[in-house]
């Protein structure tokens, strides 16, 4: 009898799911490059994500790098952390979402806590108070999620 014997975890059939593209942190920096190449987001592993409807957009996996998300509340998002973001476009609503930029200088996961439109800059906020806000000119942006859950995290220490 193998592991799955005795499970009591039942297989739900007709499980709605979508195979989203990861960005890995090994990854990120070939990112900055090949992110509107769709023959270099073919090569990129995926993920299943539990859905209970039919998404349009564009979905991107990100596993996070670094704690400055992470305040130790249940808002933070945690090193190694796999998060599930939706494009958008420059339209933000910063007071519900968090936000994973991807600009010039590498991906990082923020809150976005002012949006100045007419300089096109925005401000970000780690949540954790180690590190400081800084701005970014959304002329240096490629693309912007927002982080719409986590959906992998480890328990190990």
């Not at 023959?39 to 596993?63: A, K, M, N, Q, W």
Request: proline share 4%; charged share 30%; net charge negative.
């Amino acid at each position: 009898c193998d592991i799955l014997c005795n499970n009591d975890a039942k297989i739900i059939p007709a499980t709605n799911f979508m195979n989203v593209p990861l960005i890995p942190v090994r990854a990120s920096a070939g990112y900055l490059t090949g992110y509107g190449d769709t023959e270099y987001i073919d090569t990129l592993p995926t993920i299943p994500v539990i859905v209970d409807r039919t998404y349009h957009g564009r979905y991107r996996c990100f596993e996070v790098d670094g704690d400055s998300m992470d305040d130790g509340t249940r808002d933070a998002i945690c090193d190694k952390d796999i998060v599930l973001g939706r494009e958008v476009k420059q339209e933000l609503h910063i007071n519900d979402w968090d936000f994973i930029i991807i600009h010039k200088d590498g991906v990082t996961i923020k809150r976005i806590i002012e949006h100045d439109t007419e300089a096109g800059i925005i401000k970000c906020h780690p949540l954790n108070p180690m590190y400081n806000d800084f701005e970014l000119s959304l002329n240096e942006v490629y693309e912007l999620y927002n982080v719409i859950k986590i959906v992998d995290r480890s328990t190990r220490r």
